[in-house]
């Protein structure tokens, strides 16, 4: 019994490797992002019920959804449950894009110093704290996310106690939130594309992190760290969408669905997911 942690191995939607620090309440059958989260509302003092219904306020996904058992990968290529998965999938996607690239401002700001899971938590935190209030957030707001982004600075230096605080510089911070912005409001229309779900949803939420989590994570990074953050650019509006599009190229197959009988499952000449469902 306890929490459970998942560290390490590699996201098979994005073909990279996972550096983060994921959670989930003690009993749980998943770890993803939302559960992450809502292990640090339960921290703060949240029950399970509360930080679940609350989480998907803020996240605009159905209340009735158990996210500590719920595989949305799954349930958004199966027709039965695809259309309340897709809200799902997207929160899931769209928590670790954020916490990714938080971390990796937070890293940049504090250097070497600042361990992934320090700054993971940190992020984690703050989201929870928005969480625990019950409403819906928007978060292709900038200056949502710039909030976000200066409570998880305050949580890390809170945490770190009595070492040179972490400071993250004005410039780089809003430039860092225009990123955030593009890309949330990119899986928003992904979602918006796919209401049903399915493969074709999966394929563009993935292109999406693929970006978010990789290059835009990187340039945040480098930012942080002293760079120039005007190539934080590249990453916003129409070089957004360019670079959304291009990363599509790279996502693995993932549309191959089995079915509770027996399947003959064939896949791609590229890296394919194959789902079966016990047959």
Avoid: C, W
């Avoid at 339960?42 to 029950?47: F, L, S, V």
């Avoid at 509006?237 to 197959?253: D, M, N």
């Amino acid at each position: 019994s306890g929490t459970l942690v998942v560290t390490g191995g590699r996201d098979v939607s994005t073909n990279q490797d996972f550096t983060g620090v994921m959670r989930a309440p003690s009993g749980s059958k998943v770890v993803t992002p939302l559960t992450s989260v809502m292990q640090s509302m339960i921290e703060a003092g949240e029950t399970e019920v509360t930080a679940a219904a609350n989480l998907a306020n803020m996240l605009g996904y159905s209340g009735a959804v158990d996210v500590t058992s719920f595989d949305p990968v799954s349930a958004t290529l199966d027709t039965a449950t695809a259309s309340t998965a897709a809200n799902v999938m997207k929160a899931a996607v769209q928590i670790q894009n954020m916490v990714t690239q938080m971390t990796a401002l937070l890293q940049g700001a504090g250097g070497a110093g600042i361990s992934v899971t320090d700054a993971t938590k940190a992020v984690m935190k703050a989201l929870a704290t928005e969480a625990a209030n019950g409403q819906v957030v928007d978060l292709t707001s900038a200056n949502n996310l710039t909030s976000l982004i200066n409570t998880s600075v305050k949580n890390l230096n809170r945490a770190l106690g009595g070492v040179t605080p972490v400071t993250v510089d004005t410039t780089v911070l809003n430039a860092a939130a225009s990123v955030m912005s593009g890309v949330n409001s990119a899986m928003d229309a992904a979602l918006a594309a796919n209401p049903s779900g399915g493969a074709a949803l999966l394929s563009s939420l993935s292109s999406v992190a693929i970006v978010a989590q990789g290059e835009a994570a990187s340039a945040i990074n480098a930012a942080a760290s002293g760079g120039d953050p005007s190539g934080l650019g590249g990453f916003t509006g129409a070089a957004l969408t360019g670079a959304i599009s291009t990363a599509g190229e790279q996502v693995v197959g993932v549309g191959t669905q089995g079915t509770t009988g027996n399947d003959t499952m064939t896949g791609t000449a590229d890296a394919d997911i194959l789902h079966g469902l016990g047959g």
